[in-house]
């Protein structure tokens, strides 16, 4: 029934009669032609029209899953980039907390719950935290570890995310509790519009997604079309959330340099060093986290395609 599979397989594939049954137990080598996937039905079996229908949707699906360039040849040159981008992506997220954690505890003196100034130092470092260490790893793992599972990969994808919700609440109620002790008005600055814009962006990220790919996951065969028709929005979204988050962030640390340093600011003093050099990271995963999503396939998954039941 499918060119390029033996004939063993097709008989034993003509006899299934549930579709998505036949589709997790066999593993179907596409052939592309301008980047559309070509799937021939052969007189022998004569499959039904929703048969074929149902399998090319299936495979679509897949084809958004990878993404895949079909004339990306894997050689050495793709092997370093793939690997490059991984690493510092990887180094970059984690550099951001560290130097804000390390920022907050040596120049602004820690933090204590009591006292309100040194509550807000919870808000940059939660922040940071959640939105971009958090969230980027979870973009990150998402589109590189196609090795495993796609069900595995999409509980840690939910998992950072998840983890990252007390960290975003809890810096927001730092920030919030500190402002009315000191008697600071909240949501007048583009920071904090940015803010609010993000989190709710983020939290219908999250209740999109986790609805769309995992509770849909209980009627799969019946929702598979809608999955599969939400995966490029939620990506989208997924990095414009990620993209804001960023903006937010060095919007906030320029208007705390301003307050905090004033005039020393332009003195290029240490902290002012430190705070620039926060945000400097921070544009440079604007750059690479989206290009690590572009290039989301792993050498390994290049040219074949195993459809799997998720």
């Not at 750059?287 to 998720?310: D, L």
Request: glycine share 6%; charged share 15%; hydrophobic share 45%.
């Amino acid at each position: 029934m499918l060119d390029g599979v033996d004939s063993p397989t097709r008989a034993n594939y003509s006899n299934k009669q549930d579709v998505s049954r036949s589709v997790s137990t066999l593993s179907l080598i596409q052939h592309h032609h301008r980047g559309t996937t070509l799937l021939s039905c052969t007189p022998r079996n004569k499959p039904t029209r929703n048969y074929c229908a149902t399998i090319q949707d299936h495979l679509r699906e897949q084809r958004l899953r990878y993404d895949d360039d079909d004339d990306r040849v894997w050689n050495c040159g793709a092997w370093f980039e793939y690997i490059l981008v991984v690493v510092v992506s990887s180094i970059l997220l984690i550099a951001a907390s560290v130097l804000t954690i390390f920022w907050t505890i040596y120049y602004r003196k820690g933090f204590n719950m009591d006292d309100p100034k040194l509550q807000f130092n919870l808000h940059p470092v939660l922040m940071i935290g959640g939105y971009v260490t958090l969230s980027g790893f979870s973009i990150l793992l998402y589109r590189i570890c196609r090795c495993c599972s796609h069900l595995i990969v999409k509980l840690c994808h939910t998992f950072f995310h998840a983890c990252s919700i007390p960290c975003i609440v809890i810096g927001f109620m730092a920030v919030w509790d500190s402002h009315n002790q000191q008697q600071i008005p909240n949501f007048y600055s583009l920071h904090s519009w940015l803010g609010m814009i993000t989190m709710g962006l983020f939290a219908l990220q999250f209740v999109l997604g986790f609805f769309s790919f995992l509770i849909l996951l209980c009627c799969e065969n019946a929702t598979y079309k809608f999955r599969s028709t939400m995966v490029p929005i939620h990506a989208s979204f997924g990095v414009a959330t990620f993209m804001l988050a960023i903006a937010t962030a060095v919007t906030g640390l320029t208007q705390k340099a301003h307050f905090e340093l004033g005039e020393n600011y332009s003195q290029t003093i240490e902290e002012g060093i430190i705070m620039n050099s926060i945000g400097v990271i921070l544009a440079g995963l604007g750059i690479i986290i989206p290009f690590a999503v572009r290039r989301s396939n792993s050498p390994a998954n290049c040219k074949v395609y195993v459809t799997e039941r998720i």
